[in-house]
């Protein structure tokens, strides 16, 4: 299993950046797929971006693309979500979670931290 925990959310105004943090605990971390999600209020959760598990590999969902940037660091057990550019419309709880290879679910997630973006 791994645990997870966020931070690095806060309030920025639009056009921003942040830099958010997920520390994954577990001695296996090289072997899972990362993920961060988003939800807004009265939204679905959805896909922000991913990565793959030596970190060759992302895939990010349109509305993020070339704003922002997935990356992990293997020997500290993060996973990081550069986030840029910042619009109203990225205010969300962001969470991170983690994906046991090969298997394509995300199984653990982590508590979330609060994005808020001011116009």
């Known amino acids: 299993q791994v645990q997870l925990v966020e931070s690095g959310g806060g309030l920025v105004q639009a056009g921003g950046s942040l830099r958010l943090s997920c520390a994954a605990s577990?001695?296996?971390?090289?072997?899972?797929?990362m993920g961060w999600f988003r939800q807004a209020p009265g939204k679905e959760r959805e896909f922000v971006a991913g990565i793959s598990s030596n970190g060759d590999s992302t895939t990010y969902a349109d509305s993020v693309k070339g704003r922002f940037t997935i990356s992990r660091d293997n020997a500290k057990n993060t996973v990081y979500l550069q986030m840029n550019s910042l619009t109203p419309e990225d205010t969300a709880v962001y969470y991170c979670?983690?994906?046991?290879?090969?298997?394509?679910?995300?199984?653990?997630w982590g508590q979330g931290t609060q994005v808020t973006v001011s116009s």
């Open positions: 577990g001695r296996t971390f090289s072997s899972y797929g």
């Open positions: 979670a983690a994906r046991k290879l090969p298997q394509r679910q995300y199984d653990y």
